[in-house]
């Protein structure tokens, strides 16, 4: 399976990134099927940290990995009260989870306007995940422990204009 990272740098050896910012599944390394949501990414981060450069970051993974019962996997198909919790926990960061991946929806800036808005009883859940489908929802699936980055192989970096 092939997987993408977007940033300002080449990513050769990938890191569980725990920072200040609290992102929707926690602190790891993302990334996505999606190469269009990877260039858009590195695009946001380029502009944001104002670098002169910015990568498309392409690994392999052997899929077998994801129906390996020694891996705990947390997977969301679609958004669901349990995963705009999740997102929502871990975005206010109070979630520390044991989980070596997370699979599923991206929750981008505009979606956690709609999130507040849940989060303050302005909108109702069926009203929350209405206004999630008028938006693509791409995916993505994130690293949690070193064991599960250990599978996860660089191929190379675009450089992109």
Known sequence: MKLYHGSTETVNTPKIIVSDKFLDFGFGFYTTTSEEQALRWANIKKKRTKSQHSYLNIYEIDEAIFSDDSFSILRFTEPTR??????????????????????????NDMLYRTFTLYESGVLTLQETFNRLKVHELFD???????RALENLKFTEAQALK
């Open 82 to 107: 349990e995963w705009l919790e999740f997102v929502i926990a871990n975005r206010r960061g109070h979630i520390t989870h044991s989980h070596d991946f997370v699979i599923g929806p991206v929750a």
């Open 140 to 146: 993505q699936l994130s690293f949690h422990s070193e």
